[in-house]
């Protein structure tokens, strides 16, 4: 009989859950944190107006829904496909790079990916070597500086100007140029700012990219919502010296309102779509099956849901800019693309909520703008169409002036909050829109505009600031000689 094993007298050794350095410095998504925390609020039944995440409100057009379904019932699905995507879509991916860029790109030239942001991870994994430069114009999406340090790159900080409307000029992008930089993140439109490159100033820069033997890594996932005379330019179309040196980035989750399908696509010289088509096939293999058919029905369908979109976007802009406007202290440039909005709270900084907790820089709206300027924030348009249309702006500041007002009542004689008296004076199907109260139990007024309500609480009047009363100066916009690079460890300027 053997005996049964008998305690270890020896002390176990805990296991050792250690995680790379290299991830010391990198910070988790807030864009998705802020989203996530927003969806747990509702879950709690907190009314949350979430202006994070960057996603149309849409649902997916139903002739791309309908394309799945039927792929999903034919069992065409089931499947891996190559590792860069579908030929058939690859084909549709090139055709509309061709024809939006003025261009030829061959379907060898393209790489499907689970999303943009994967095919931007993939890019910078494959093309950067240690300490290689990455340029990247603040205000920028969040991720940009993450994903270039997770691939052993440094990211060098561009800082723009509202009095450029937050572009990049050619002087600036020259100066932050040294023998290590291998390329410029251009989001045009951008990401959270809202502005639209002139074809001037991409020609401006296109001079200095040449000169300086840059690649320019074109962010182009906004490209189709572009409002007023604003136009899109692309820096491939100028001519094929700078075709060949433009990496084009772009997916079907903005324009088609497919941000849950996760499918993005790359256009590059064979080589880099060979060594990004390596990194994806150890990592996630191709995109998955299902999204790669409802993609291709996005680009070769009927596009008229896309002008659709668009315009909605551009009604909620107007609104949305109209009203931030409208807030004393507040000032906010017109966006030209993409559906944010970029207003400057920085005359609140260093006063107090109503619960008496000061107001800092350290907030969500501004922490989701990548080194933007103090009090800088992004409001996202692409608002639940269940809650008022176009967005509502609702501040609530200095909320102690309610003991000194007289409040709005209900119809039942009790006060009525900002929200709760926009929502009653808000006409229903059939119905006259009644009065508006001018006065709420939470210091709120309620006033609606030629296509929206909103709920703008009151605050203390503030000294009038310097400057444009749509936009105070930068305190200091002198560049320095070189761009501020983000430290590894502290992941700060």
Excluded at 303 to 314: G, H, I, S
Excluded at 419 to 427: F, I, V
Aim: proline share 10%.
């Amino acid at each position: 009989m053997i005996a049964p094993p008998q305690p270890s007298e020896t002390a176990v050794t805990a296991p050792n859950y250690k995680t790379a350095s290299r991830l010391d410095a990198i910070k988790p998504s807030i864009t998705l944190a802020v989203t996530a925390k927003a969806a747990r609020l509702r879950a709690q039944g907190v009314d949350v107006i979430s202006f994070g995440a960057g996603e149309p409100d849409f649902d997916t057009p139903e002739h791309i829904k309908q394309a799945a379904l039927a792929a999903l019932g034919k069992n065409a699905v089931a499947r891996y496909t190559e590792v860069g995507g579908l030929p058939v879509l690859r084909e549709a991916v090139a055709a509309e790079f061709s024809r939006v860029h003025a261009t030829s790109i061959a379907a060898d030239q393209v790489l499907v990916s689970c999303g943009a942001k994967h095919s931007l991870y993939n890019l910078f994994i494959a093309l950067l070597d240690p300490g290689d430069e990455v340029i990247i114009p603040a205000p920028y999406w969040v991720s940009y500086p993450d994903m270039v340090m997770m691939a052993g790159g440094t990211p060098v900080i561009l800082p723009t100007s509202p009095d450029d409307d937050f572009t990049v000029r050619p002087d600036a992008l020259r100066a932050r140029i040294t023998p290590r930089t291998r390329a410029i993140v251009l989001n045009n439109p951008s990401n959270p700012t809202g502005a639209v490159y002139t074809p001037a100033q991409i020609a401006a820069l296109a001079e200095v990219i040449v000169e300086q033997n840059l690649l320019v890594i074109s962010d182009d996932i906004y490209r189709s919502l572009c409002y007023g005379d604003a136009v899109y330019q692309s820096m491939a179309a100028l001519g094929p010296e700078l075709a060949a040196r433009t990496i084009l980035i772009d997916g079907v989750s903005k324009t088609y309102a497919m941000t849950g399908w996760r499918i993005g696509y790359t256009a590059a010289p064979p080589a880099i779509i060979k060594a990004m088509a390596k990194v994806q096939g150890q990592s996630t293999s191709n995109p998955t099956h299902l999204a790669q058919i409802a993609a291709l029905a996005a680009l070769t369908g009927p596009q008229a849901c896309v002008e659709t979109m668009r315009t909605a976007f551009d009604e909620r802009r107007q609104v949305m800019v109209e009203l931030l406007r409208a807030i004393p202290g507040v000032a906010c440039r017109e966006p030209k693309g993409a559906f944010y909005a970029f207003p400057d709270f920085g005359a609140f900084i260093g006063t107090h909520f109503a619960d008496g907790k000061p107001v800092t820089d350290d907030v969500t709206p501004v922490r989701l703008a990548g080194r933007a300027r103090p009090g800088r924030g992004r409001a996202g348009l692409g608002l639940r169409r269940r809650r008022p249309r176009p967005p509502v702006v609702r501040v609530q500041h200095g909320q102690h002036q309610e003991r000194h007002r007289p409040p709005a009542r209900g119809a039942a004689g009790a006060a009525l909050s900002s929200q709760e008296a926009c929502r009653q004076a808000s006409p229903r199907r059939g119905q006259a829109p009644t009065s508006l109260p001018s006065q709420t139990r939470d210091g709120g007024t309620c006033a609606r505009p030629k296509i929206s309500q909103a709920c703008v609480s009151r605050r203390p009047s503030r000294p009038p600031r310097r400057g444009s009363p749509d936009e105070p100066p930068l305190r200091d916009a002198r560049l320095p000689a070189r761009g501020p690079v983000l430290d590894r460890k502290s992941h700060q300027l």
